[in-house]
Nanobody, 123 residues
Framework: QLQAFGGGLVQAGGSLRLSCACG??????????MGWFRQSPGKEREFVSA????????YYTDSVKGRFTISKDNAKNTVYLQMSSLKPEDTAVYYC????????????????WGQGTLVTVSS
């Protein structure tokens, strides 16, 4: 079970940190690849960022590189997405996802999904 939270309303240029808490045991969580995706109204879900089971490898879509940072705390069973220099085009519902065998940008490779948290960036 994944629960994403931390979304909200922020002005352009501001920051937010999203969290995704995992209800699995610590042993399981430490072996999960995690991803963040987002979906804006009228658009398809798109990849944002992913992190490997150990946290040693990370990936970002080009539009967020240098602004977003993904991290994984295996002691807290939580993955984070620190978002800075936010832009109106970052407005979307953000979803976290988990896989026991994959980390990357392909959404259908993830088996477990959280419920989403809304991020709204005003201009």
């Amino acid at each position: 079970q994944l629960q994403a939270f931390g979304g909200g309303l922020v002005q352009a240029g501001g920051s937010l940190r999203l969290s995704c808490a995992c209800g699995a045991s610590g042993k399981i969580f430490s072996n999960l690849g995690m991803g963040w995706f987002r979906q804006s109204p009228g658009k398809e879900r798109e990849f944002v960022s992913a992190i490997s089971w150990s946290g040693g490898s990370t990936y970002y879509t080009d539009s967020v590189k240098g602004r977003f940072t993904i991290s994984k705390d295996n002691a807290k069973n939580t993955v984070y997405l620190q978002m800075s220099s936010l832009k109106p085009e970052d407005t979307a519902v953000y979803y976290c996802a988990a896989s026991r065998s994959y980390f990357g940008g392909t959404s259908h490779e993830y088996v477990h999904w959280g419920q989403g948290t809304l991020v709204t960036v005003s201009s």
